[in-house]
């Protein structure tokens, strides 16, 4: 035991300090600082217990008393660096969220956050936090990737030197959606009573385009027009469940009839009244109501569509109509089967996705930035990559 103490207090000397886990020695330090630090000490610590053996034994090597203030000033000081959590990870879309505290007695600078590397399997610091609690955003993520991390609090001395804590346990999470079954209570909702799926992303916020992460299995669909506020919400119908899957903005007019109506059949390009001609129409009625693209005033022309109507989708202005950008007639075009159920209703209570939001084209723009038979256009004037970005949902 004595030669134990004896390497360890030549060692202490030799170097001034010694950093043994959380057991601190200083030997310059003075007699005064010495007192504070050991009344500052955990005594149900085994560390400090052993540290005033090394300053006693000291003592009697030096022939002086320690707090008489010799020559040979063994200080130990105990540094206890904050334990910290990872208090939650929200995955969202495109984020991992962390919320980091520390708790316990102890010193703490900051936290730093560490992510564990794929490729290799090595922790690598993510960030260094210089607060007690914080947050931290990790946007480098992938969909459908899983994330590990972990932490542990720094403490920095006056001498600049840093203590650390113990790493808290490593927190997994994956970047995805899960399904969440909701029954429709709100008596206002053209959905009232139903049960619907909805996809939601880690922190809650609702997919709202879910087929671009997973592959939903339909017997059909149902399409609910909102005259009230002019939008469409598609659902895929599940067994007795609605999956709502798409949102499009539209113009309807005062005369489209309220009720259930089947589609009666669909046309690539279609003669309308004017005349004019749309693309991707799908009749809705036997009176001449479709479901179409911004109209064209030239036969099948794809480049001389009305720039005012367009600006004018999320209003309602059509003879009777359902206008809607060129993508999402296709979509209704190539998706709905003919004797697909259309509900045009003005309800303004729950609906899952709100409506869209679209930008507005510039006069000479006589194409729908999202027709995939114009792009060519688009590409061309290398105009509105804004608004293939804002429109194509
Ligand atoms: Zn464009």
Redesign the pocket.
């Known amino acids: 035991m004595r030669l134990f103490i004896r390497k360890v207090l030549s060692a202490a000397l030799a170097s001034t300090m010694i950093l043994t886990g959380s057991l601190f020695i200083n030997t310059n330090a003075s007699a005064a600082e010495r007192k504070t630090a050991r009344a500052a000490e955990d005594s149900k610590s085994a560390v400090a217990v052993s540290g005033s053996a090394i300053a006693d034994t000291g003592s009697a090597i030096s022939g002086t008393k320690a707090d008489t203030g010799s020559a040979i000033v063994v200080h130990h000081k105990k540094i206890h660096v904050k334990d910290v959590r990872i208090k939650s990870v929200m995955p969202s879309r495109k984020s991992v969220l962390l919320s980091l505290s520390s708790k316990g007695k102890g010193s703490i600078s900051g936290i730093i956050v560490y992510k564990k590397k794929k490729s290799t399997g090595k922790w690598v610091i993510k960030a260094v936090i210089r607060k007690k609690s914080g947050s931290l955003e990790d946007t480098r993520v992938s969909f459908n990737k899983s994330y590990s991390y972990r932490a542990r609090a720094f403490y920095k001395d006056s001498k600049g030197r840093n203590h650390y804590g113990k790493y808290c346990p490593q927190v997994k999470v994956r970047v995805s959606i899960h399904k969440d079954i909701y029954k429709v209570t709100d008596k206002n909702s053209p959905v009232y009573g139903k049960t619907l799926i909805l996809y939601r992303y880690g922190n809650g916020e609702l997919v709202t385009d879910p087929e671009k992460h997973v592959k939903i299995k339909a017997d059909s669909y149902v399409l609910y027009v909102n005259k009230a506020k002019d939008y469409v919400t598609a659902y895929a119908v599940a067994g007795k469940k609605l999956i709502p899957v798409k949102s499009f903005i539209c113009s309807p007019g005062n005369a489209t009839p309220l009720g259930t109506h089947k589609t009666l059949a669909k046309f690539r390009w279609h003669e309308l009244m004017g005349p004019c001609w749309g693309q991707w129409c799908t009749r809705i009625t036997n009176n001449g109501i479709y479901f179409h693209s911004i109209f064209s005033s030239k036969p099948n022309s794809n480049s001389t569509i009305s720039v005012r109507a367009y600006n004018n989708l999320g209003t309602t202005c059509s003879h009777g109509c359902v206008r809607l950008t060129a993508a999402s007639a296709k979509w209704i075009y190539d998706n709905c089967k003919v004797g697909t159920t259309v509900v045009i209703h003005s309800k303004t209570g729950y609906e899952p996705f709100k409506k869209p939001v679209i930008g507005k084209?510039p006069a000479w723009?006589t194409?729908d930035?999202t027709d995939p038979t114009a792009q060519k256009?688009?590409k061309k004037?290398k105009?509105?990559s804004y608004?293939?970005k804002k429109i194509k949902k």
């Open positions: 084209l723009h194409w930035p256009l688009c004037h105009c509105h608004a293939t």
